[in-house]
């Protein structure tokens, strides 16, 4: 039996992905939860505000995969802070309290989007979220390097471009920050696998896009990832079939105006 994952999110459209593809890898035993259990999928049922349930799912698990989010920008107050970051908090308790080695979060390039298109942020550099949504993932990071620091289990966080869930970026400001689903995949096995030494990294989770706004060859030597779609020779490519592409480019990484 391999590494023990718990992926939250498992329904959703990235979470899906991965919950399909780490499913089919030997080297992993996937428990995957949702608010709605899929017994078709075999996904189980998850309230990130249940605590006996957290405790009980993260039992014997190795790595956590945290990418469930309640999707509401409007009631930071109500929805954001109560459900996804004390949801987080009772997680990573739940992962400290049963000895889980490392959790990977599913953080957004919002984290940073109120940097210009024409710098080139690194993923220490200070934060500058763009919305409510962008805020909220900066503070599970920094919960996660609390965590960390204090010595209780490694903490990952991958800042996800575009990720529309199909074969190619539909816009312009999408060509510089998507990622496709079979680099998505590698990506968060590449973290999954990184050193055990490794107590904390934070990530943009591109793929090898030419215009990229972010420097991302270093994930080659620090934990082996390697991209293999380019969203620049994707839109070239639609470009050149007559595809319809946005142009919704803006003075903003995070596309606002």
Same mark, same amino acid.
């Given at each position: 039996m391999g590494r023990k994952l718990l992926?939250?999110?498992?329904?959703?459209?990235? @979470?899906?992905?991965?919950?399909?593809? +780490?499913?089919? %890898?030997?080297?992993?035993?996937?428990?995957?939860?949702?608010? *709605?259990?899929?017994?078709?999928?075999g996904i189980v049922k998850l309230d990130i505000a249940d605590e006996a349930r957290l405790l009980e799912l993260t039992k014997g698990v190795d790595t956590v995969l945290?990418?469930?989010?309640?999707?509401?920008? *409007? %009631?930071? +107050?109500?929805?954001? +802070?109560?459900?996804?970051?004390? @949801?987080?908090?009772k997680l990573f308790e739940a992962a400290v309290e049963n000895g889980v080695r490392?959790?990977?979060?599913?953080?957004?390039?919002?984290?940073? @989007?109120?940097?210009?298109? %024409? *710098?080139?942020? @690194?993923?220490?550099?200070p934060y500058r979220p763009d919305s409510f949504y962008g805020l909220s993932k900066c503070y599970i990071e920094l919960l996660g390097r609390l965590y960390s620091d204090q010595g209780k289990l490694s903490s990952f966080n991958i800042r996800?471009?575009?990720?529309?869930?199909?074969?190619?970026?539909h816009s312009e400001r999408a060509g510089h920050i998507w990622i496709s689903e079979r680099d998505m995949l590698q990506l968060v096995v590449c973290c999954i696998e990184a050193d055990e030494k490794m107590a904390y990294l934070n +990530?943009?989770?591109?793929?090898?896009?030419?215009?990229?706004?972010?420097?991302?060859?270093?994930?080659e030597e620090l934990i082996g990832y390697k991209p293999q779609d380019d969203a620049t020779e994707l839109l070239e490519q639609a470009k050149a079939a007559g595809r319809k592409i946005r142009q919704d480019e803006t003075i903003y990484q995070g596309g606002q105006e």
């Amino acid at each position: 039996m391999g590494r023990k994952l718990l992926l939250t999110g498992a329904a959703g459209v990235i @979470g899906n992905v991965l919950y399909k593809g +780490l499913k089919q %890898d030997d080297r992993y035993d996937v428990i995957g939860a949702d608010i *709605e259990a899929d017994e078709a999928q075999g996904i189980v049922k998850l309230d990130i505000a249940d605590e006996a349930r957290l405790l009980e799912l993260t039992k014997g698990v190795d790595t956590v995969l945290h990418f469930a989010w309640i999707k509401d920008n *409007e %009631d930071f +107050l109500g929805k954001v +802070l109560s459900g996804n970051v004390s @949801g987080a908090y009772k997680l990573f308790e739940a992962a400290v309290e049963n000895g889980v080695r490392r959790v990977i979060f599913a953080s957004s390039n919002h984290a940073t @989007g109120y940097y210009r298109t %024409d *710098e080139k942020p @690194g993923p220490m550099d200070p934060y500058r979220p763009d919305s409510f949504y962008g805020l909220s993932k900066c503070y599970i990071e920094l919960l996660g390097r609390l965590y960390s620091d204090q010595g209780k289990l490694s903490s990952f966080n991958i800042r996800i471009g575009n990720f529309p869930g199909d074969d190619r970026p539909h816009s312009e400001r999408a060509g510089h920050i998507w990622i496709s689903e079979r680099d998505m995949l590698q990506l968060v096995v590449c973290c999954i696998e990184a050193d055990e030494k490794m107590a904390y990294l934070n +990530l943009y989770g591109t793929s090898a896009n030419s215009d990229n706004y972010y420097n991302i060859d270093y994930l080659e030597e620090l934990i082996g990832y390697k991209p293999q779609d380019d969203a620049t020779e994707l839109l070239e490519q639609a470009k050149a079939a007559g595809r319809k592409i946005r142009q919704d480019e803006t003075i903003y990484q995070g596309g606002q105006e």
